[in-house]
């Protein structure tokens, strides 16, 4: 029912309930008119019956008697009517009910339930990072600002990179995480959010150079829209990182970070036997064009680089680039992740057997210890560019 609708029957009812009233007192006024001419019959019964007593004959008790039970059953019924009417006064009309307007006069008026205050229910508290991973330890990476823009530490300035790392023997996570630069902290992840958090943290623990040491690489992202604490990422292993806001005042500071902590004794976060084999370092070679085929933006001869550096994302632990000149022929946009083959830290084999129209990157064949890669695309327009490098250490 929309508002008119509403307002419509509202006015019906009331003009309904005002007949209904005026009705009402038409019948009080007649009952009172009623009660009045009873009252008056009354009064002239009780005269008749004086004036009859006094021109009764004497000695004429029959005729006395016939006539004062004629004038006493009139006065037994004229009392009777006074008291219905009586009645009738003193008991006030009832007012009207629903029924009486017929089902078309009663308005659908809805009612608004009373309201009751929501429940909060606190979601289920999970464990936390401490009760899963028992093992900790306290790290942190030497870093200096590299470029700095807006309300920011200056450029050379020194900071550390301070994080709470924590496992149980098979992974291994962060709990607490800060980028202090000087007497200034650029970036702590308890500081309240305010906004969306999309985050990513990747432990690599390996041993260290002294007996019975580990030492550790992070690579760690906090990003989103939000109003509390600043943004950053985080890759050791390339010896970089970068701190910013968007909110007023707005800053950027870009670190040079050193690849690990120093060696630490004690209980390693990750057992030995669940190490991934992981590049420990990028791997940059330049080599030359040895053969082509088919349609391709290169030419014999022509200087090229292949670019290794670690990654992980998924399954992989590498990712690939080939540049010949200014043609980019493998891991161009997002591409080049693969799973490459490590030991001892270095990059060996890798095979990609796929082209590009299952993995948006050529097929690949790369050997780092034989200093030779093959590039090749397969399809309609097929083409192959073999490369050979220097010598790799």
């Avoid at 050997?367 to 050979?388: A, F, H, M």
Wanted: net charge negative; glycine share 8%; charged share 25%.
């Amino acid at each position: 029912m929309d508002y008119r609708d509403e307002r419509d029957a509202l006015r019906a009812r009331v003009e309904s309930l005002e007949s209904s009233l005026a009705s009402a007192q038409a019948e009080l006024t007649r009952m009172r008119a009623t009660e009045a001419a009873l009252e008056a019959s009354q009064r002239e019964a009780m005269r008749l019956r004086f004036e009859l007593q006094r021109l009764r004959p004497p000695g004429d008790p029959r005729e006395s008697s016939k006539v004062g039970f004629i004038i006493g059953g009139g006065f037994a019924v004229m009392t009777m009517a006074f008291g219905a009417a009586f009645l009738l006064k003193s008991k006030p009309p009832s007012p009207p009910t629903v029924g009486d307007f017929g089902p078309s006069s009663q308005p659908d008026i809805p009612v608004e339930p009373p309201r009751v205050p929501p429940r909060v229910v606190e979601p289920p508290r999970g464990p936390s990072v401490a009760t899963i991973y028992q093992r900790a330890a306290h790290v942190e990476w030497p870093a200096r600002v590299l470029r700095s823009q807006g309300s920011a530490p200056a450029v050379g300035t020194a900071c550390k990179v301070l994080a709470e790392l924590r496992g149980d023997g098979l992974v291994a996570t962060i709990g607490d995480l800060e980028v202090r630069c000087g007497t200034t902290v650029l970036y702590r992840s308890t500081d309240e959010l305010n906004g969306v958090s999309t985050t990513s943290v990747d432990v690599l623990e390996v041993a260290g150079k002294t007996p019975d040491s580990v030492r550790d690489a992070l690579t760690f992202s906090d990003l989103g829209a939000r109003t509390g604490r600043n943004q950053f990422t985080l890759s050791t292993l390339q010896r970089e990182g970068a701190v910013w806001s968007e909110n007023a005042p707005t800053f950027r500071v870009e670190l040079q970070v050193e690849s690990w902590t120093v060696d630490r004794q004690g209980e390693p976060l990750v057992d030995p036997a669940n190490r991934r084999a992981r590049l420990l370092a990028p791997v940059g070679v330049s080599g030359v064009v040895r053969a082509l085929e088919g349609e391709v933006q290169v030419t014999q001869g022509q200087a090229c680089t292949v670019d290794v550096t670690p990654a992980s994302s998924g399954e992989s632990n590498c990712r690939v680039r080939v540049r010949c000149g200014s043609a980019l022929l493998y891991g161009a946009g997002d591409s080049g992740y693969n799973k490459c083959s490590v030991e001892n830290g270095k990059v060996g084999k890798l095979v990609d057997p796929r082209p590009s129209a299952e993995d948006t990157d050529p097929m690949l064949d790369m050997d780092l210890s034989e200093n030779v890669v093959t590039v090749r695309e397969s399809g309609e327009k097929p083409w192959s560019v073999t490369i050979k490098l220097q010598r790799v250490e």
